[in-house]
């Protein structure tokens, strides 16, 4: 599944705590064009599960999050 | 409701950090919010505090302080990246500088828009849901 999904940009933010994550992924999804995927990369269990509260309400799309073991990769489309 | 008012009048470490984690999320977020630093808050905002890491704070401090394996982002530095992201606005409190006999250079750059008085901050309040922290 993961494998499909093609990232346009990449946020890094694995080592950085709640709610450094989707500080990083907020400040990202507005600086792309609509349409974007985005990648987040964070090892916080927290943001994995506030994020896609925050994409809902922004209403942008989750597409997938993909355990990596020691991380997440979860994907955004800016819509 | 157009945002949030949030009065931080603490200079406890986790009410700081926790006030600047809702604002910073709420504000990048489009929410417009503001701020008001008063009371013993401003003096968490002090350089010579965020310099040398020095507050007042218990059990969460102490977490955040000494993880090794994460990075939390400090409330000076999530307020200032929100600030240049979203519709949010920082203020201190002139009446408890007064007081403290401190200036805006006392405190940490790129976190304060102003100083504010009640009524401004009534003013900007006036649509929003008020948070009293």
Redesign the interface.
């Known amino acids: 599944m993961s494998d499909t999904i093609e990232a346009d940009v990449t946020v890094d933010a694995r080592?950085?705590?709640?709610?450094?994550p989707?500080?990083d992924l907020?400040?990202k999804i507005?600086s792309v064009d609509e349409g974007a995927v985005v990648e987040l990369l964070t090892?916080?269990e927290g943001s994995k599960n506030d994020v896609p509260e925050?994409v809902e309400?922004?209403g942008h799309e989750l597409l997938d999050t993909v355990d990596e073991g020691d991380y997440y990769a979860i994907y955004v489309k800016k819509t | 409701m157009t945002g949030y008012a949030i009065v931080l009048a603490s200079e406890e470490f986790e009410r700081v950090q926790a006030v600047s984690m809702i604002a910073s999320v709420a504000s990048m977020s489009d929410t417009p919010v503001e701020v008001f630093v008063t009371m013993n808050g401003l003096n968490a905002f002090e350089k010579e505090a965020v310099e040398n890491m020095d507050f007042e704070g218990g059990r969460v401090a102490n977490a955040m302080m000494e993880a090794e394996d994460v990075e939390v982002p400090l409330f000076t530095e999530q307020l200032e990246q929100a600030r240049q992201i979203g519709p949010l606005n920082v203020y201190a409190c002139e009446l408890a500088m007064d007081l403290l006999g401190t200036e805006m250079d006392d405190y940490v750059e790129g976190v304060f828009d102003d100083v504010l008085g009640v009524s401004g901050f009534l003013n900007r309040a006036k649509d929003k849901q008020v948070i009293f922290v």
């Open positions: 080592g950085s705590a709640c709610p450094g989707l500080m907020i400040g507005k090892g916080d925050w309400e922004a």
